[in-house]
């Protein structure tokens, strides 16, 4: 029996499925693939489009007449939040770290062109908590003037949010069977946690329908996730229970829980020069555009893990690259071309 999501509030937000790329050997002589979630569509793609549909679903379905989310200054997830109200006619409030730049660029530009209000809250991009409190008294002043508002955390991080990437696990394996192909590792960059909770949602509610499974590596790019926050396999497990009573069996444990923490660098947000040195591998190798704050540090860990002699020789390992290309157009966010 197939896991099956009809059951669910969703909205239609993102262009899938994207499609899973081959890509080069790596190091050891493992098979690269690329799964190309930077190409969900809504407003210039990325993994939180999954993320929304199930977002926004709930949202319309409770009434909400306007979306409030948080981030850093630069947030993809905010900007794509921004898209989804305009393709859903609801009105949207995203609060950022640092200060309103005099010249928008990047996220923040696409944000606003979209119909986005910035508010700037002048913390640190690594201070979510600061941020969550910025957002949690903007929702409060929003119903106060009836707006109705459904406020997202960081990262649409929650167990409804989460079932974006349950279905996107599901997806990847039709894709394996159509493809003739088993990967042992599916690698992908994790920030707020709820990706890597629904790829392991997504994974457990396989394992209960008698399904190969590949295991799940996340490369930890913000603070929190390295030291356990969110707690992923009970967000996980909250997930698996929104997706449906045909899975009692299905559960994650502590144990599921991959996430390694060496590629942060100084923190969150900060450019690393191996992350650097992913984006020139990537952008050489298959005309792939990986940001500094996520998708560079994520296959920088992937390309470590390989040089490491983490993949067999001919296994295939597959890297969910998860969008954050405007980023590269924000002052900072070009990566260093020396040593190209």
């Not at 899938?16 to 569509?41: C, H, I, N, S």
Request: net charge negative.
């Amino acid at each position: 029996m197939q896991v099956v999501f009809d059951h669910l509030e969703r909205a239609s937000l993102a262009t899938l499925p994207t499609a899973l790329e081959l890509g080069p050997l790596l190091d050891g002589g493992a098979q690269l693939w690329v799964k190309r979630d930077d190409l969900t569509g809504l407003g210039g793609g990325g993994n939180k489009a999954r993320k929304l549909e199930f977002l926004c679903g709930d949202a319309l379905a409770s009434g909400a007449r306007s979306l409030v989310t948080v981030g850093a200054g630069q947030s993809n997830h905010c900007r794509m939040t921004a898209a989804a109200g305009a393709k859903l006619g609801l009105e949207v409030h995203l609060v950022l770290s640092g200060d309103q730049p005099s010249v928008l660029t990047g996220n923040q530009l696409l944000s606003t062109l979209f119909g986005a209000q910035l508010h700037f809250t002048g913390a640190e991009e690594s201070h979510w908590g600061e941020l969550e409190i910025a957002r949690e008294s903007l929702t409060a002043e929003l119903s106060a003037e009836g707006l109705s508002p459904y406020a997202i955390p960081i990262g649409g991080s929650t167990s409804v949010g989460a079932l974006g990437y349950a279905v996107a696990f599901i997806e990847l394996l039709d894709q394996f069977d159509e493809a003739g192909i088993a990967p042992s590792t599916v690698v992908f960059t994790s920030s707020s946690g709820g990706t890597h909770a629904g790829l392991l949602a997504g994974r457990a509610a396989a394992v209960a329908q008698g399904r190969v499974v590949p295991n799940v590596v996340a490369i930890g790019v913000a603070t929190g996730v390295n030291i356990g926050w969110p707690d992923v396999a009970e967000l996980a497990n909250e997930t698996v229970m929104l997706m449906g009573k045909h899975l009692e069996s299905a559960s994650v444990s502590e144990r599921d829980v991959e996430v390694d923490t060496r590629w942060i660098g100084e923190d969150y947000a900060i450019p690393t020069d191996a992350g650097d040195e992913a984006i020139r591998w990537a952008a050489g190798r298959g005309g792939w555009i990986l940001d500094r704050t996520y998708s560079g540090k994520g296959l920088s860990g992937l390309l470590g893990l390989a040089a490491e002699g983490r993949f067999a020789e001919d296994s295939d390992v597959v890297f969910i690259h998860t969008g954050g290309w405007p980023a590269l157009f924000a002052p900072g966010g070009a990566p260093l071309l020396s040593g190209s």
